[in-house]
Nanobody, 117 residues
Framework: QVQLVESGGGLVQPGGSLRLSCAAS????????MSWYRQAPGKERELVAG????????NYADSVKGRFTISRDNVKNTVYLQMNSLKPEDTAVYLC??????????WGQGTQVTVSS
């Protein structure tokens, strides 16, 4: 069964940190470019960060550059999002996405991140 399962979300104060994980199963993880998206209430889903199949190339939304870091472990079939210096505007459901050439995209169910004092 093709699956992505996110974890690591929660409530954190402004300026704090969280590390999200996305565990993949049911497909060849190293064949997929991986991304983190987020969706806040009433807003469109937006791309937060992406990483290539080998992990050698990453990209970030301007709003998170310098604060968030995406990484992957192709042995553990997991992609991570380290989030530092969190702001209230980072509050959203964070979703993991796997993109494979010629195959439908795979989405996780999401994990809630709330930044509030």
């Amino acid at each position: 069964q093709v699956q992505l399962v996110e974890s690591g979300g929660g409530l954190v104060q402004p300026g704090g940190s969280l590390r999200l994980s996305c565990a993949a199963s049911g497909f060849t993880f190293s064949s997929a470019a991986m991304s983190w998206y987020r969706q806040a209430p009433g807003k469109e889903r937006e791309l937060v960060a992406g990483i290539s199949r080998s992990g050698g190339t990453t990209n970030y939304a301007d709003s998170v550059k310098g604060r968030f870091t995406i990484s992957r472990d192709n042995v553990k079939n997991t992609v991570y999002l380290q989030m530092n210096s969190l702001k209230p505007e980072d509050t959203a459901v964070y979703l993991c996405n796997a993109a494979r050439i010629g195959r439908p995209a795979i989405w996780g169910q999401g994990t809630q991140v709330t930044v509030s004092s």
